[in-house]
C-alpha cells in the first residue's frame, strides 16, 4: 500500500509492521525514529504512534510544510512526470516512425537512434502500466500478498530504466568510436551495441528476479530499501552514468582540438560558440545530467532529488527525438523532398500538361548525407557520421 509517502509491504494479517520514517523527513537533527501499521480483516490500521510529523519527532513548523503540503507535493511531482513521460512517448512515436519509413535515412547512426528512441518509449510505458498497477485505489487498503502482475509490471519497469541508461551509454560509445578510431566495422560494432543496450540489462535483471524470488519475495518488489539485492539493479546503472561520463569529457576534448584556430594568435569566438552547441547538445544525448545526483546518498536533497530526476527526466526523450530527428537538417532535406514530390503527383494527377521530372535531377539536388556514405573512404564516412550528430551547430 503507497500512502503518498511510505509503501507498505504486502503482510499477513495479525502482523504488525514497522518502517523507519521517509526520507522527506530525514532533514531533521532527530534521527532514528520509526513508524508502524498493523494488518486486520478490516485492512490497515492507522499509522502509529501517531500521524507521519509527530511519530519521526517533527512538527508542521520545523518541517517547513504540514503532511497535507507533502501530499500535494507527491501529487505534483507524479502530475509532473506523466505529462512528462505523456509528451516524449508522442513525440518519440512519431520520431522512430520518421527514421523508419525513409530508407535514405536509413544508417548505423540512425538505427542506434532508433533503438535509444525505443528505449524511451519502453520507460514511459513501463511507468504508466507501474502507476496504474500500484496505484490501484481498490487496492489502498489491502494488505494481502502481491499478484504475479504487479511483481511482473515492477520487473519490466526496472529492465526498461536500465536499458535507457545502457542505450544512452552506446550512444557515447559509438560517437566516440567516430572520432577515435581510425577503421572499424560498423555492421560488426552495431551487433556490440545491440548486445550492450537490450543484452546487458536482461541479464541483471534476470539476475535480480530470480533472488528476490528467492531472498525476498515480499510485497510488489518496489519497495527501495538498504538491501544489497539492490545493488545488482543500481550498480550497473551507476557504472553506465559513469562510462558516458568519462566518454563525454574525452569527446569534448577531441572537439576543442578540431575547433580550436590554427593560428595561435588569431582571436575568434566562433569556434567557442560551436563548441558550447555541441556540449550542450551531448548533454541530453548522454544523460550527462543524470551525475549530478548518481553518487550521492539516496537522502541527499530528496525533494530536489526527485523533482530532477524524476520530472526534468521525464522530459528527456521529447528533447531527445526533437533535437536529434525533428531539427536534424538530414532529416529535414528528406521531409522536405518527399513533400515536394507528394504536392507533384498532386499535380499530376490534375491535369495532362504537367511532365514527371526525371528522377536524377531530383535525387541530386536532394541528396542527403545517409546517401553519401556508400561513395566514401572509410575515414569520410566517421567524418559525415559526425557531421549529422553535429548539424545543429
Known amino acids: 500500500m503507497w500512502d503518498n509517502f511510505t509503501c507498505w509491504p504486502a503482510t499477513p494479517r495479525g502482523q504488525v509492521v514497522t518502517l523507519p520514517c521517509p526520507l522527506i523527513y530525514n532533514f531533521s537533527p532527530v534521527q532514528g525514529h520509526n513508524v508502524s501499521r498493523s494488518c486486520t480483516d478490516e485492512g490497515w490500521t492507522d499509522l502509529e504512534p501517531g500521524p507521519y510529523p509527530v511519530a519521526c519527532g517533527l512538527d508542521d513548523k520545523e518541517l517547513g510544510f504540514d503532511e497535507q503540503q507533502q501530499t500535494m507535493f507527491y501529487i505534483s511531482v507524479k502530475t509532473g512526470y506523466t505529462i512528462g513521460y505523456s509528451l516524449s512517448l508522442a513525440t518519440l512515436l512519431v520520431a522512430t516512425a520518421i527514421l523508419s519509413l525513409f530508407r535514405k535515412l536509413h544508417c548505423t547512426r540512425n538505427y542506434i537512434h532508433m533503438h535509444l528512441f525505443m528505449s524511451f518509449i519502453l520507460r514511459a510505458a513501463s511507468v504508466f502500466i507501474k502507476d496504474a498497477i500500484l496505484f ?86 518496489e519497495t527501495i530499501d538498504s538491501s544489497l ?60 545530467h543524470y551525475t549530478m545526483f548518481a553518487f550521492f546518498p539516496d537522502d541527499f536533497q530528496a525533494e530536489v532529488k526527485m523533482v530532477f530526476e ?20 538530414e532529416v529535414q532535406a528528406e521531409l522536405r523532398r518527399k513533400w515536394r514530390r507528394w504536392n507533384l503527383k498532386g499535380i499530376l494527377g490534375r491535369g495532362p500538361k504537367y511532365q514527371h521530372p526525371s528522377g536524377g535531377s531530383l535525387g541530386a539536388t536532394c541528396s542527403t548525407q545517409v546517401s553519401m556514405l556508400t561513395r566514401v573512404s572509410p575515414s569520410a564516412r566517421r567524418s559525415s557520421g559526425f557531421q549529422a550528430e553535429d548539424s545543429l551547430v
Open 136 to 221: 490501484n485505489d481498490r487496492d489502498l487498503d489491502s494488505c494481502s500478498e502481491a499478484s504475479v502482475g504487479c511483481k511482473a509490471a515492477v520487473v519490466l519497469f526496472q529492465y526498461c530504466v536500465m536499458a535507457n541508461f545502457f542505450w544512452l551509454l552506446v550512444e557515447g560509445l559509438y560517437l566516440h568510436t567516430l572520432l577515435a578510431v581510425s577503421f572499424f566495422s560498423e555492421r560488426k560494432y552495431f551487433w556490440g551495441y545491440i548486445l550492450i543496450g537490450w543484452g546487458v540489462p536482461s541479464t541483471f535483471t534476470t539476475v535480480w528476479t530470480i533472488t528476490k524470488i528467492h531472498l525476498e519475495d515480499y510485497g510488489c518488489w
Open 229 to 288: 539485492l539492490w545493488w545488482i539493479l543500481k550498480a550497473p546503472i551507476l557504472t553506465s552514468i559513469l562510462m558516458n561520463f568519462i566518454l563525454f569529457v574525452r569527446i569534448i576534448r577531441i572537439l576543442v582540438q578540431k575547433l580550436r584556430p590554427p593560428d595561435v594568435g588569431k582571436s575568434d569566438s566562433r569556434p567557442y560558440s560551436r563548441l558550447t552547441k555541441s556540449t550542450l547538445l551531448l548533454i541530453p544525448l548522454f544523460g550527462v
Open 310 to 329: 524524476l520530472v526534468v527526466g521525464s522530459f528527456q526523450g521529447f528533447v531527445v527525438a526533437i533535437l536529434y530527428c525533428f531539427l536534424n537538417g
